[in-house]
């Protein structure tokens, strides 16, 4: 059971905005007692497209496959496919870091976790 002081604090947290950032409440819209956190420059996509798009520009590549993971349909739990030339010369640790560079605002906002990543190069394919 939840008091009634900490109760409001979880409000609190819940109803704020990150700088820079705009806040879609889902309760607003269907009914569910939840916050989104969705990033203010592209607002009519979804998180996996904004993934998508920002590790295909990083890695100058167009080879980038993000799906949700367990048919989430929030894009909270992500899978990255990604074939770049600039992972030449790389080991797998390193290319995995190139990847979470791309999409760090999106790890601290609607993506909980990336639960898979495959990293290759042209040759590996």
């Given amino acids: 059971m939840i008091s009634s ?14 700088p820079g950032q705009r806040m879609l409440n889902a309760a607003a819209t269907n009914n ?3 916050a989104r956190f969705m990033s203010s420059s592209a607002p009519d996509t979804s998180v996996v497209e904004t993934c998508t798009q920002k590790i295909g ?7 980038v496959k993000v799906t949700g993971a367990y048919d989430d349909p929030n894009g909270s739990h992500i899978s990255i496919e990604v074939v770049s030339p600039l ?15 791309a999409i760090w605002e999106e790890l601290k906002g609607p993506v909980h ?13």
Wanted: hydrophobic share 35%.
């Fill in 113 to 125: 976790a990336v639960d898979s990543m495959i990293c290759k190069t042209p040759d590996e394919e």
């Fill in 32 to 34: 569910i007692n939840t």
């Fill in 57 to 63: 520009d990083a890695l100058e590549t167009t080879d």
């Fill in 87 to 101: 992972f030449e010369g790389k080991r797998a640790m390193q290319r995995q870091q190139l990847v979470y560079k």
């Fill in 5 to 18: 002081l900490g109760a409001r604090a979880f409000t609190t947290v819940v109803t704020r905005s990150m």
